[in-house]
Structure formats: C-alpha cells, structure tokens
C-alpha cells in the first residue's frame, strides 16, 4: 500500500513545499538559517515568512509594478488578512500560503494579538512615509518584533499538544533581535527607500537620528538577544544563533562602510563560517567581539 500523503495531508505537504519555495526564492540567508533549524520548528518557520514576504511584496513594489495603485493595494492586502483569520478558524484556505500558516499558527499559538499588528504595520507603508520616533517604535513592532514573537511560539510549541506562553525573558529576547533585524535592514535599504519609495523609516533623512544612533540601538538589541538564545530549544539555538551572527556581522560593515553606495552584504564564505561556528554549538557573537575580529 502507498504511504504518499492524500487528501487534506497531501494539500497540507503541498502548502509547506509552497511555503519553502517562496523563501527559498526571496532570501538565500533565511534560507541557510533554516536548514540549521530541527524538523520539528523548521516547517513552521518558512510557513510565517513564506506570509509575511508576501503582505510584504504587496506594499514594496511589485503590486504596482503590476499596475495597482495604492488603493488596490490595500485592498488586496486587506483580503490577504482576513483570507489569513478565517484559514486560522476554518483549518483551510485556496491560497497554499495562507493555509500553511494558518496550520502553523493552530498547532503553535499565534492568535490575532500578534497577526493585526503585523498587517496594520504593511497598511503604514501605503499611507506614511515619513516616520518620527515613536512611529518607528510602532512599525517594527508591528513589521518585526512580532514575526520575531510568532517564531518565538513555534520554538516552545512546535508539537506540543497545547501551546503555552514564553517565558517573559524569551518574549524580551525576541523582540529585541526582530528589532535589530529590521533596523539593520533599513541601514542597508536606506538608499533605496528614500530614492525609490520615497520612505524615511530611521529619522536619518529628516535629521532626528544619525547612523551611529541606530547602530548603537542594533548592537544594544543584539547584545541583548544573545544572552538568551541559549535558553532556546535546542533544535532552535543553532539556527537562531547564525541569524544573529550575520546581522552582528551587517551591523559590523555598515560601521565601517557608511560611505559605501553598495548594498553591504556579508560574503558568502562569512556566513558559511557563520553556521558552521552555529552548527558546532559556539555561543552567539557578541556585537563588539564581531567588531573586534573585523
């Protein structure tokens, strides 16, 4: 007898593999990191970015390049939530994305608490451009500490049979590297978001903050992520840890090269170097260490 998956298992394994081949498309990075994650998260991790790179695409550029003014854009983004809400209490969805998710997001946790914010954040980048401190704060809350917090749940429930809540130190942790992620992102992107979106995410543009500022906030989020990545899940650590290393890495280049035009990039045999370092069980790098032995 065949032991192929059918019906709903089959649909289920179709959407992972769906899932997987978005991010292996999108991020040669992320992908790398979640190799190094055990079979028990790895799934549920490339189910919440394989969504949340898609919200993404809606509001940065490939929607319009199709054609869609902004209002469409909120539209179809707006669709894609409550597409996302209803797969979470139905079990299902046509679209294989969504419905990996929201398989996801039943096994481990992940309740509308964390989903709104995410998508009232994709909803900020077709209505502001400019941002203030605290507008900041709320974008990456919404844009990055949460999906930081979603895979937070995934690493304690993953297979469990009811989810529980993180520890609060754990919530700390991962909030502060979704923080550090998405502000190193904007320092990398920052030419391109005010040339080509016209967006000024750090207050550098405006003046309210300069790169050291903002560097100085990653190093501090980052420091304060590596104390207790090693409090993770074991088939979690590995993983979590190569994808601080690489951004303690970006941060590190950014310092050195603020007066490069190029998109600062960490060469692939660093972060070959980087997951090995991970794989063998080092303790994440600590953002001065990483200056240090630049």
């Not at 299902?92 to 481990?108: D, I, K, M």
């Not at 992620?181 to 405006?206: K, P, T």
Request: glycine share 6%; net charge negative; with cysteine.
């Amino acid at each position: 007898m065949s032991e192929d998956p059918t019906g709903l298992a089959l649909y289920d394994k179709a959407a992972e593999d769906a899932a997987a081949a978005v991010i292996a498309a999108y991020s040669t990075s992320f992908a790398l990191a979640a190799r190094l994650l055990g079979v028990r998260p790895r799934p549920h991790v490339r189910n919440i970015y394989a969504l949340v790179r898609i919200a993404d695409e809606i509001v940065d550029g490939p929607a319009s390049e199709a054609g869609l003014d902004s209002a469409a854009e909120r539209m179809i983004l707006d669709g894609l939530e409550a597409d996302t809400m209803t797969a979470i209490a139905q079990g299902f969805s046509a679209n294989l994305v969504v419905h990996a998710f929201a398989r996801t997001a039943r096994e481990c946790g992940i309740d509308e608490a964390l989903i709104r914010p995410f998508f009232a954040s994709m909803r900020t980048d077709l209505m502001r451009t400019r941002h203030d401190a605290a507008s900041h704060d709320d974008y990456v809350y919404g844009s990055a500490e949460v999906v930081g917090l979603m895979c937070l749940q995934v690493f304690v429930n993953a297979g469990a049979p009811h989810p529980v809540a993180p520890e609060p130190e754990l919530v700390d942790g991962a909030r502060r590297l979704g923080a550090a992620f998405q502000d190193v992102n904007f320092l990398r992107d920052l030419q391109h978001d005010e040339g080509a979106l016209g967006r000024d995410y750090l207050g550098i543009a405006s003046g309210s903050a300069t790169r050291i500022d903002v560097l100085d906030r990653i190093d501090a989020d980052l420091a304060a992520a590596a104390a207790v990545i090693p409090r993770l899940p074991a088939d979690c650590r590995r993983a979590v840890t190569a994808a601080h290393d690489l951004f303690a890495a970006l941060s590190m280049r950014l310092r050195r090269d603020s007066a490069s035009d190029e998109r600062v990039r960490v060469p692939d045999t660093v972060k070959a170097t980087l997951a090995a370092r991970a794989w063998l069980g080092f303790a994440p790098r600590h953002p001065r260490m990483a200056r240090a032995r630049a």
